[in-house]
């Protein structure tokens, strides 16, 4: 157990919908990642906010988009959903500038 | 840009012998980190060795271990006592501060046999 959360694990959602997914990072981390891995594409990276602001871009899509609250806790919201949406979405967080990244246990996010 | 390369799609090991995964990267950096993660049919990442450049000394978690050589950009994963818990996708990666993102590969399925 990496000590970082997510919810849900599983999500089934239509075409078009929008859902959140929500990340818990490490008591005493400050930086969250959001990661996406799927068939096609592998793990790529998202975003990343370092207490509570943007930190890093990635390949995030513009109807995606991310957020950390002052409890430390991250949100990604993923809109107008595409079946190529469809892919197991990782949360990981680190400590204050260190490199090292722990990951929760994703949420698998399926489009129909 | 920073690549990682996995060349090595599938591998099989027998139960207690030894194996290495193979990965090899292209930076610019001179600081930076090297990561193998494990992603076992659960689908959940877990680290399983890191490696900071600026060491010379390899890695060594228990079992497993590291050949870092800097200079051929080479960083592979060595397993010994391979156990059936093993098997698994591992995942290389690549860290550096100027982009704060892990870069991986596209990883390694280890097959453990009896």
């Known amino acids: 157990d990496s000590g970082v959360t997510q919810t849900p694990k599983h999500l089934i959602t239509a075409t078009g919908q929008r859902v959140t997914l929500r990340c818990s990072p490490r008591?005493?981390?400050?930086?969250v990642y959001w990661y996406q891995q799927s068939l096609d594409q592998g793990l790529q990276f998202l975003i990343q906010?370092?207490?509570?602001?943007?930190?890093a871009k990635g390949n995030i899509l513009e109807r995606f988009s991310a957020q950390q609250f002052p409890d430390l806790h991250s949100e990604l919201n993923l809109s107008s959903l595409e079946l190529g949406d469809s892919a197991l979405y990782f949360c990981?967080?680190?400590?204050?500038?260190?490199?090292?990244?722990?990951f929760g246990p994703g949420t698998r996010l399926l489009v129909l | 840009a920073q690549t990682v390369t996995q060349s090595q799609p599938e591998m099989s090991v027998q139960e207690a012998e030894t194996v290495t995964l193979s990965c090899t990267y292209d930076?610019?950096?001179?600081?930076?980190?090297l990561f193998w993660y494990k992603q076992p049919p659960s689908r959940q990442m877990i680290l399983v060795i890191r490696?900071?450049?600026?060491?010379?000394q390899n890695a060594t978690e228990n079992r497993f271990s590291v050949n870092f050589q800097k200079a051929a950009k080479s960083f592979s994963l060595k397993i010994s006592d391979s156990q059936l818990g093993d098997a698994a996708m591992y995942f290389c990666?690549?860290?550096?501060?100027?982009?704060?993102?892990?870069?991986f590969g596209t990883g390694t399925r280890l097959q453990v046999t009896l």
């Open positions: 990981a967080s680190s400590p204050e500038y260190q490199e090292t990244q722990y």
């Open positions: 008591s005493g981390d400050l930086s």
């Open positions: 906010y370092y207490n509570g602001e943007e930190r």
């Open positions: 930076t610019s950096e001179s600081d930076y980190y």
């Open positions: 490696q900071e450049a600026y060491k010379q």
């Open positions: 990666a690549y860290w550096a501060g100027t982009a704060s993102k892990l870069t």
